[in-house]
């Protein structure tokens, strides 16, 4: 018995020693797969734009595919509950804007915690908002168009990405801001809400530069203003809400790069340095500029910059939709 259990031993230490040296084996080669990015919104939607356009660069970095998908639903919750549920191997990461940070609150039942079940990786890029409508919609500047929702109401529709889409946030503090209530309607993400504006079945968007810029400088679609404090050196001449009467108006859309939590320490580095290697890819930085869209500086693209963020974001959003008093079941 005693010798068996001695064989016991020995084999079970044999085994722990071949599973940590086969783990240590995994991350030395890691990636030897295609990696899956997961993004949480429609293709061809402003996410999937960032997603599709750093994934080939980080790919080069690492020597294997990023492949992007598209997991929509709920505002985003649906896909950051499946990465959270994922193997921690650096082989499913995930894409998120800070649709992350008011999750949290905007959602009474989340099956994720952003703060507990992810690892990070850094933080990708910071992206401008414009209000737009169809191209006939009757109102041709920001006045007329104060006018018209004054007296139109809620028969105007306001399309978004679903609750906690950056979409929904604008279009909120716009109405609360104009002090008027429309028609709002979701869609899977505001890929096919812009289909929808552009077809002339919805009146009225809030979406970012990433998708609106090469749609506004072909006259596809109508311009009111954009969100952010300055004017776009992408639109020059497209003034911002803030300085049409909309006092402070501000909305910047900020991105992230996540891993389940338990993906290695060494996977993660190798993540966020072929992040950062994506992020200075002479294409990536001249095509986010023509769209108006900054890349942070180094520090904010590591996991610690990623992490202090988000957690500053909770913190600022949470008592703000609270008092809103919006809540999905
Ligand atoms: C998208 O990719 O469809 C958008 O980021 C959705 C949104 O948050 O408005």
Redesign the pocket.
């Known amino acids: 018995m005693k010798f068996e259990l001695k064989s016991f031993f020995q084999t079970s230490a044999a085994m722990a020693c071949l599973a940590a040296s086969s783990l240590a084996f995994s991350q030395d080669v890691f990636p030897n797969k295609t990696i899956s990015l997961v993004?949480?919104?429609?293709a061809g939607?402003?996410?999937?734009?960032v997603a599709r356009m750093i994934a080939i660069p980080m790919g080069k970095a690492l020597g294997q595919t990023v492949l992007v998908e598209n997991a929509v639903g709920a505002?985003?919750t649906i896909a950051a509950a499946k990465v959270a549920r994922a193997a921690p191997t650096g082989y499913t990461l995930f894409l998120h804007?800070m649709?992350m940070s008011t999750a949290p609150a905007l959602y009474k039942k989340l099956s994720f915690d952003p703060l507990k079940d992810f690892e990070y990786i850094g933080q990708v890029v910071d992206v401008p908002m414009t209000l737009l409508a169809r191209k006939d919609f009757p109102p041709t500047t920001f006045t007329e168009l104060q006018a018209y929702l004054k007296a139109n109401g809620n028969k105007v529709s306001l399309a978004?990405?679903?609750l906690?889409?950056?979409?929904?946030?604008?279009g909120l503090l716009f109405m609360s801001q104009m002090g008027v209530e429309l028609n709002t309607i979701p869609?899977?993400?505001?890929?096919p809400?812009m289909n929808a504006l552009l077809g002339g079945q919805v009146d009225l968007l809030?979406?970012?530069t990433t998708?609106t810029v090469p749609l506004i400088k072909d006259g596809r679609v109508k311009i009111y203003g954009v969100t952010t404090l300055n004017r776009l050196s992408a639109l020059p001449n497209v003034p911002t809400l803030s300085e049409q009467g909309l006092k402070g108006f501000e909305v910047k859309?900020w991105h992230g790069m996540y891993a389940p939590k338990g993906t290695p320490a060494p996977v993660l580095d190798k993540l966020t340095a072929a992040l950062r290697v994506a992020m200075q890819d002479p294409m990536v930085k001249q095509r986010l500029a023509d769209l108006s869209s900054d890349i942070p500086p180094l520090d904010k693209i590591s996991a610690t910059g990623l992490k202090t963020h988000l957690e500053a974001e909770i913190i600022k959003w949470s008592p703000v939709i609270k008092k809103a008093g919006i809540y999905a079941d």
């Open positions: 993004v949480p919104f429609a939607g402003p996410t999937d734009v505002g985003g804007h649709g978004n990405a679903g906690g889409a950056v979409s929904h946030l604008c869609y899977s993400g505001t890929g809400a809030c979406d970012q998708q859309v």
